[in-house]
C-alpha cells in the first residue's frame, strides 16, 4: 500500500438548497462584511442575489464583484486582491464556476503576501517566490455552480498569464476554503453542452487520480465511487438537464474527484490546449484523456488500477494491461462523442485555427512542461529528450490515440 498523505478539507455543506445557509456561518465566525465574487452569468441566474440577501439577512454587508472571466487571468486576480485590502473584508466569497472560484481562492492568498507582485506566474507551482508560510486575511467559502470543477476543495488556483499566454497552477495548503457549499440545485436546468464539458472535466480528475504516481488506498476508493457515478449520470443529465437526481450525484463526484487526494496529471496538457486554443477545459480533458490512458498503460504500477476503471464503465479486461488501456481509451472516446465533441483536429478546423500537426506540438511543448503536472507522468516524459516525449504525447491526441 502506498504512503499518503491527506491535506485538511473543507468544512462542507452538501445539499439542495444549502446556498441559502451562508450568513448562518459568516455569523458564527463573527464577519461583519464580505466580498461576493462572481460572475455576470451568474448574477443574471439570480444566485448572485440570493447569496447576498442570505449574507445581508444575518446583518452583515456584502459588496459583489462580478467580472470574472473564464481562464482566470492574473491581472483579475491582482485586481479582486486591491478590492479585498482596500475593502478589508472579514471574508470572501467565490460563487460560480471553476474560474470564479479560482478567482476568489488566488485573490484572498495573494491579499496576504507581504511584497509588491509584479509577476504572478513568479508565485506558480514552477516559480520560486511561493511560501506556505503566506496566510490570507480573510475567511474564504467556496460555491460550485457548474458540478465540474471541484476547486472548492483543492489547494491550488488555475490562472492565466497575459504575458506569456499559459496557464499555470499556484498551489498552496492556504488556498484551501474554510467552507465549501455544495447545493445541486444551483446546476439544474444547465444546458446539455456545459453539463457535458463540466461533467468531463470531473471524470478527468477521478480518472487520471486514479492511475496517477499519487494514487492511494483513500482516494482509490473514493474515485472509483466518483467514476462510477459521472458515467451513469452525465448522460442522464445531459438528456434531462432538470433531472435533480443526476445532478445530485454528478456535484457529489466533481466534489469528490478533488478532495480525496491525488493529482490529475493530464491536465498538464489539456491545459496548454486551452490556453492555445481557447477550447473550453472540459473539452480539453476529454481530448487528452484517451491519451493519457494508453500512456500509462506501459507503466508496471498502473495496471491494477486500469484494470479497475475498466471493471467500473463496463469494458472486458484481460490480463494484458496495454489491451486494457487501449480498451478504456477507446470507451472514453466513444463517451466523449457521444455528447457531440469532436476530437481535436477537427475542433481546430471547427475554430478556424489552421496549425498543422507539428505546428501545435511545436507550440504545445513548452507550455506543458511549465505544468507542474507534467512532471507526474509515467512513464516520464519530462525526463531526457522530453520535447520527443511529450511531442508523442501530443501527437497522440492529435491523432485521437
Given at each position: 500500500?502506498?504512503?499518503?498523505?491527506?491535506?485538511?478539507?473543507?468544512?462542507?455543506?452538501?445539499?439542495?438548497?444549502s446556498?441559502?445557509?451562508?450568513?448562518?456561518?459568516?455569523?458564527?465566525?463573527?464577519?461583519?462584511?464580505?466580498?461576493?465574487?462572481?460572475?455576470?452569468?451568474?448574477?443574471?441566474?439570480?444566485?448572485?442575489?440570493?447569496?447576498?440577501?442570505?449574507?445581508e439577512?444575518?446583518?452583515?454587508?456584502?459588496?459583489?464583484?462580478?467580472?470574472?472571466?473564464?481562464?482566470?487571468?492574473?491581472?483579475?486576480?491582482?485586481?479582486?486582491?486591491?478590492?479585498?485590502?482596500?475593502?478589508?473584508?472579514d471574508?470572501?466569497?467565490?460563487?460560480?464556476?471553476?474560474?470564479?472560484?479560482?478567482?476568489?481562492?488566488?485573490?484572498?492568498?495573494?491579499?496576504?503576501?507581504?511584497?509588491?507582485?509584479?509577476?504572478?506566474?513568479?508565485?506558480?507551482?514552477?516559480?520560486?517566490?511561493?511560501?506556505?508560510?503566506?496566510?490570507?486575511?480573510?475567511?474564504?467559502?467556496?460555491?460550485?455552480?457548474?458540478?465540474?470543477?471541484?476547486?472548492e476543495?483543492?489547494?491550488?488556483?488555475?490562472?492565466?498569464?497575459?504575458?506569456?499566454?499559459?496557464?499555470?497552477s499556484?498551489?498552496?495548503?492556504?488556498?484551501?476554503?474554510?467552507?465549501?457549499?455544495?447545493?445541486?440545485?444551483?446546476?439544474?436546468g444547465?444546458?446539455?453542452?456545459p453539463?457535458a464539458?463540466?461533467?468531463?472535466?470531473?471524470?478527468?480528475?477521478?480518472?487520471?487520480?486514479?492511475?496517477?504516481t499519487?494514487?492511494?488506498?483513500?482516494?482509490?476508493l473514493?474515485?472509483?465511487?466518483?467514476?462510477?457515478r459521472?458515467?451513469?449520470?452525465?448522460?442522464?443529465?445531459?438528456?434531462?438537464?432538470?433531472n435533480?437526481?443526476?445532478?445530485?450525484h454528478?456535484?457529489?463526484?466533481?466534489?469528490?474527484?478533488?478532495?480525496?487526494?491525488?493529482?490529475?496529471?493530464?491536465h498538464?496538457?489539456?491545459?496548454?490546449?486551452?490556453?492555445?486554443?481557447?477550447?473550453?477545459?472540459?473539452?480539453?480533458?476529454?481530448?487528452?484523456?484517451?491519451?493519457?490512458y494508453?500512456?500509462?498503460?506501459?507503466?508496471?504500477?498502473?495496471?491494477?488500477?486500469?484494470?479497475?476503471?475498466?471493471?467500473?464503465?463496463?469494458?472486458?479486461?484481460?490480463?494484458?494491461?496495454?489491451?486494457?488501456?487501449d480498451?478504456?481509451?477507446?470507451?472514453?472516446?466513444?463517451?466523449?462523442?457521444?455528447?457531440?465533441?469532436?476530437?481535436?483536429?477537427?475542433?481546430l478546423r471547427?475554430?478556424?485555427?489552421?496549425?498543422?500537426r507539428?505546428e501545435?506540438?511545436?507550440?504545445?511543448?513548452?507550455?506543458?512542461?511549465?505544468?507542474?503536472?507534467s512532471?507526474?507522468?509515467?512513464?516520464?516524459?519530462?525526463?531526457?529528450?522530453?520535447?520527443?516525449?511529450?511531442?508523442?504525447?501530443?501527437?497522440?491526441?492529435?491523432?485521437?490515440?
Amino acid at each position: 500500500m502506498n504512503t499518503y498523505e491527506t491535506l485538511r478539507t473543507p468544512h462542507t455543506v452538501f445539499g439542495d438548497g444549502s446556498l441559502d445557509t451562508i450568513g448562518r456561518h459568516l455569523t458564527v465566525w463573527g464577519a461583519r462584511s464580505c466580498l461576493l465574487v462572481t460572475d455576470k452569468g451568474i448574477v443574471g441566474l439570480g444566485y448572485a442575489e440570493r447569496a447576498k440577501q442570505s449574507v445581508e439577512q444575518a446583518g452583515i454587508s456584502c459588496d459583489v464583484y462580478d467580472q470574472c472571466l473564464p481562464d482566470p487571468p492574473d491581472t483579475t486576480c491582482l485586481e479582486v486582491r486591491d478590492l479585498i485590502l482596500e475593502g478589508n473584508y472579514d471574508a470572501v466569497i467565490g460563487l460560480g464556476g471553476g474560474s470564479s472560484m479560482d478567482t476568489a481562492k488566488v485573490a484572498a492568498l495573494i491579499a496576504g503576501i507581504p511584497e509588491d507582485i509584479d509577476d504572478l506566474h513568479e508565485y506558480s507551482k514552477q516559480g520560486s517566490r511561493m511560501s506556505e508560510t503566506y496566510r490570507r486575511p480573510c475567511r474564504l467559502i467556496t460555491i460550485p455552480t457548474t458540478g465540474g470543477s471541484g476547486a472548492e476543495s483543492t489547494p491550488t488556483g488555475v490562472i492565466t498569464s497575459t504575458s506569456l499566454n499559459l496557464k499555470f497552477s499556484i498551489g498552496n495548503e492556504n488556498l484551501i476554503a474554510d467552507l465549501a457549499i455544495i447545493d445541486p440545485t444551483l446546476t439544474v436546468g444547465m444546458p446539455p453542452t456545459p453539463t457535458a464539458y463540466c461533467g468531463l472535466d470531473a471524470l478527468a480528475h477521478c480518472m487520471e487520480n486514479l492511475i496517477g504516481t499519487q494514487q492511494n488506498a483513500f482516494s482509490e476508493l473514493v474515485q472509483l465511487d466518483c467514476l462510477e457515478r459521472i458515467w451513469t449520470w452525465l448522460p442522464v443529465a445531459f438528456r434531462e438537464p432538470e433531472n435533480l437526481e443526476a445532478r445530485e450525484h454528478l456535484a457529489w463526484a466533481a466534489h469528490y474527484a478533488e478532495a480525496s487526494g491525488a493529482v490529475p496529471n493530464g491536465h498538464a496538457v489539456a491545459h496548454a490546449i486551452g490556453a492555445m486554443y481557447h477550447i473550453v477545459h472540459g473539452h480539453a480533458c476529454a481530448m487528452t484523456l484517451p491519451t493519457v490512458y494508453r500512456h500509462f498503460a506501459q507503466a508496471p504500477e498502473a495496471a491494477d488500477a486500469i484494470h479497475k476503471v475498466g471493471q467500473r464503465i463496463g469494458v472486458a479486461v484481460s490480463d494484458d494491461p496495454i489491451a486494457n488501456g487501449d480498451r478504456v481509451a477507446d470507451a472514453i472516446l466513444t463517451f466523449y462523442r457521444g455528447f457531440g465533441l469532436s476530437g481535436l483536429q477537427e475542433t481546430l478546423r471547427n475554430n478556424g485555427t489552421l496549425d498543422t500537426r507539428d505546428e501545435f506540438i511545436a507550440k504545445a511543448v513548452p507550455l506543458v512542461m511549465d505544468d507542474f503536472k507534467s512532471r507526474l507522468w509515467t512513464p516520464a516524459i519530462h525526463t531526457g529528450d522530453y520535447a520527443s516525449k511529450i511531442g508523442a504525447v501530443l501527437g497522440a491526441i492529435w491523432d485521437e490515440r
